[in-house]
């Protein structure tokens, strides 16, 4: 198996001016100890983590649905980077065109140096006034209230996308232009059930990628992509990365 996808990696005459992207989920961030999104480990007071990610809970109950991300911010807080985010940070030095798209909200990527970065689903320590939509940046663990407040007296709401959002405009649009026009697209970490990011290997595969997904399970783009590697991203996205440093070099 190990020889098989640096084979077909070699087969594809990579260069350092080669587009590369990277599509990552919440198992990215797995080995750092912050629970996946639909993981046992990230039931909530037996609450399932898509049922609260909305606008519906949000306006039914705001005390409850910042109690969890408070819950969530408070884990998030003292949590590091693992080897698979400074993987991707290294791929972002060895091409000229790069770009990370990730579902994850937790802003490892961002604190392990990657810069040319898209956040689909926004950041969980954003924090967005409900009246004019003004964003700041808040990483008070436990927060000091709950619901917490705007200066100007409104109700703040993490500044994330919850299921039946729009995604922002700028992330979907820099996201799928470099779906269509990579050369590799390396998924993983991802369940890849959400859209529209889930689309996003299959485009870069139909535009002609060459898409390989890491992943400990089978998902529902396994069939579809070029190459699945059942392993952990802490080790494979390492490897990955080597491999990749050796053909272009
Ligand atoms: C939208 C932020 C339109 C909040 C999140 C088309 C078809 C079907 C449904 C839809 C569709 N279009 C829209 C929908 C509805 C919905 C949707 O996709 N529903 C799904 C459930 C069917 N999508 C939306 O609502 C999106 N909005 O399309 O808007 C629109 C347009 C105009 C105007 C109005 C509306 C918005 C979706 C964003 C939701 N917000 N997060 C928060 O986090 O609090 S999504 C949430 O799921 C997280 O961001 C998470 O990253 C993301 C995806 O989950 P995964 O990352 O895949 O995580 P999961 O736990 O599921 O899986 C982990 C994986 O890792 C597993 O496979 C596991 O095996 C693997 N793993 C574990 N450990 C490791 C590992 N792999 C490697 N190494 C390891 N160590």
Known sequence: MAGDWRDALAGLNLTRDSYV??????????????????????????????DLATPEAFARDPRLVWEWYDWRRGIIAGKEPNPAHYAVTDLENMFERFLLITQNVDGLHRRAGTVKLVELHGYIFGMRCTADGTVTENLEVPLAAIPPECECGAMLRPDVVWFGEALP????????DASRECDLMLVAGTAAVVQPAASMPLMAKQAGAFVIEINTEFTPISPY????????????????????????T
């Not at 992207?21 to 898509?50: H, I, K, M, Y």
């Not at 700028?170 to 996201?175: L, N």
């Open 225 to 248: 992509v070029d190459l699945t590697l059942q392993g952990k991203a802490g080790a494979m996205m390492p490897q990955m990365v080597s491999a990749l440093r050796d053909l272009i």
């Open 21 to 50: 992207t990277v599509l990552t989920g919440s198992g990215f961030s797995a080995e750092s100890g912050v629970p996946t999104f639909r993981g046992e480990d990230g039931l909530w007071r037996n609450f399932r983590a898509q």
């Open 169 to 176: 405009e700028r992330a979907i649009t820099a996201a799928l």
